[in-house]
Antibody, heavy 119, light 106 residues
Framework: EVQLVESGGGLVQPGGSLRLSCAAS????????MHWVRQAPGKGLVWVSR????????TYAESVKGRFTISRDNAKNTLYLQMNSLRADDTAVYYC????????????WGQGTLVTVSS | DIQMTQSPSTLSASVGDRVTITCRAS??????LAWYQQKPGKAPKLLIY???TLESGVPSRFSGSGSGTEFTLTISSLQPDDFATYYC????????FGQGTKLEIK
């Protein structure tokens, strides 16, 4: 059974940093590209970042470019999102999602981890 | 960046109704479009991918169509479990979601 479990969320002050993790199991993690997607309270889904299977290619939404870094450790079956210079509008539930091979849709998602940026 | 515009934002319907949600892309995305259902406090669930392919395990009352810039999600006969929020996602260039359509009980 595919499982994605996010962790690392919490309360952080504006300008602070946080690293999210997504532990993957039930599939060959090293073969799949992965997304981070976020959802502010009461709002819609927003794509944040994507990484290829090797970790050698990454893309970001304009709103987080230069502040967030996606990475992965295939030996640990774990995806990361390093978030720096956090702002109030980064407050959201952050989901990791598997990208299906051969397409880019996401059949598997984690349960999400809440990041709150507030003083 | 590719922008995705969904309509309507809110849709009120009754059990048994046929409903259609539209998603428009700001430029052609071929058939690289997915539809998701989300319920409060839960992760999104994939319904349709490549514009019209039904995800395994999803009821056949859900269908998708379109290509290029215009896409639709149709639910042929609403069931109580279908009242939720629906999102389109383009994945032709990075990824973008529509703003969502909340399907409410009339």
């Amino acid at each position: 059974e595919v499982q994605l479990v996010e962790s690392g969320g919490g309360l952080v002050q504006p300008g602070g940093s946080l690293r999210l993790s997504c532990a993957a199991s039930g599939f060959k993690f090293s073969s799949f590209w992965m997304h981070w997607v976020r959802q502010a309270p009461g709002k819609g889904l927003v794509w944040v970042s994507r990484i290829n299977s090797l970790g050698s290619s990454t893309t970001y939404a304009e709103s987080v470019k230069g502040r967030f870094t996606i990475s992965r450790d295939n030996a640990k079956n774990t995806l990361y999102l390093q978030m720096n210079s956090l702002r109030a509008d980064d407050t959201a539930v952050y989901y990791c999602a598997q990208i299906r091979g051969g397409g880019n849709e996401s059949p598997y998602w984690g349960q999400g981890t809440l990041v709150t940026v507030s003083s | 960046d590719i922008q995705m515009t969904q309509s309507p934002s809110t849709l009120s319907a009754s059990v048994g109704d046929r409903v259609t949600i539209t998603c428009r892309a700001s430029q052609s995305i071929g058939s690289w479009l997915a539809w998701y259902q989300q319920k409060p406090g839960k992760a999104p669930k994939l319904l349709i991918y490549k514009a019209s392919t039904l995800e395994s395990g999803v009821p056949s009352r859900f269908s998708g169509s379109g290509s290029g810039t215009e896409f639709t999600l149709t639910i042929s006969s609403l069931q109580p479990d279908d009242f939720a929020t629906y999102y389109c996602q383009q994945y032709n260039s990075d990824s973008t979601f529509g703003q969502g359509t909340k399907l409410e009980i009339k």
